[in-house]
């Protein structure tokens, strides 16, 4: 007999209760997800502002490398951000009643294939002016850290549209549609900070 | 010797003794904003994990606290 059950007489011992998790197991994976691929951009970061202090007082871009477009960039940001803000509304709208978040979420899949889409004609532009990864390091930096993002980006939007199926079936549930959009509000926020230390 | 005579010595070996050493052999430069860099993103990388791990354990904590809230009947019942 366990210490447990001699704790209690028979017929007295209290039933357990089975609560409901404070977090889905979906939502708790990609929260660890994220934290790991937070140190990982910050790593990036970090290793990035530390080769830009070692050019102070020399040209950054340097001499010969072509400028990256940051005006361009900055309206592709502001469609990434707008995604975020819409897959926000999605979610409210998905709350009250499941299939009125079809448009938002379709919304804010195209705000982000857009953001996707300007990034890469801008990669083929950078290439054709001879920025590649092996022209500098600044050119490494850009291509790792972006190119990076842009993976990122591009397995959420291939996880949100397979939310979007789900929900079109209806068959989404709110724990699935809340780790995507877990992972896409990742991709979303980090990128304003990319853009100000890589770009600006 | 009492108990903050001995703190208060360590203390004093502790300010008084330490030299400058440079432990790592590329966290020196002489440029000031290369040594600055090093400074930043290491207090940076040090710092980012442990407030992602307090701002988890806090947001649990909350959450922990709604659902507590919940099961007494005390809370609103959509919290």
Known sequence: ?200 | MSRLAIVLLALAWVVALPEVAHACPVCFDSSDENRQAFLVTAAFLTLLPLGMVTGAGLWLRKRARQAGQIEDGTGPPDA
Do not use: C
């Not at chain 1, 897959?87 to 996707?116: D, K, N």
């Not at chain 1, 992972?183 to 980090?190: A, G, I, Q, S």
């Open chain 1, 1 to 200: 007999m366990s210490a447990n059950s001699a704790a209690y007489p028979m017929g007295r011992r209290p039933e357990m209760v089975r609560r409901e998790p404070l977090v889905s197991n979906g939502v708790l994976g990609m929260l660890i997800f994220i934290f790991t691929e937070v140190m990982f951009f910050a790593g990036l970061i970090s290793a990035h502002t530390i080769v830009r202090s070692q050019a102070a007082g020399q040209m950054w871009p340097p001499y010969g490398q072509p400028r990256l477009p940051v005006e361009e960039t900055a309206i592709n940001t502001a469609a990434l951000l707008v995604s975020g803000i819409v897959l926000f509304l999605a979610w409210l709208a998905f709350r009250r009643e499941p299939q009125s978040a079809r448009i938002p979420l379709l919304l804010s899949i195209l705000l982000g294939t857009i953001f996707v889409f300007f990034q890469g004609l801008e990669w083929v532009a950078l290439l054709g002016e001879g920025l590649t990864l092996q022209s500098s390091s600044y050119g490494g930096f850009f291509y790792l850290i972006v190119g990076t993002h842009a993976l990122h980006a591009v397995a959420a939007l291939g996880a949100l549209v397979w939310t979007w199926v789900r929900l079109d079936k209806g068959t989404l549930q709110a724990t699935q549609l809340a780790t995507v959009a877990a992972f896409w509000y990742f991709v979303v926020l980090v990128w304003p900070i990319l853009y100000w230390k890589v770009y600006l």
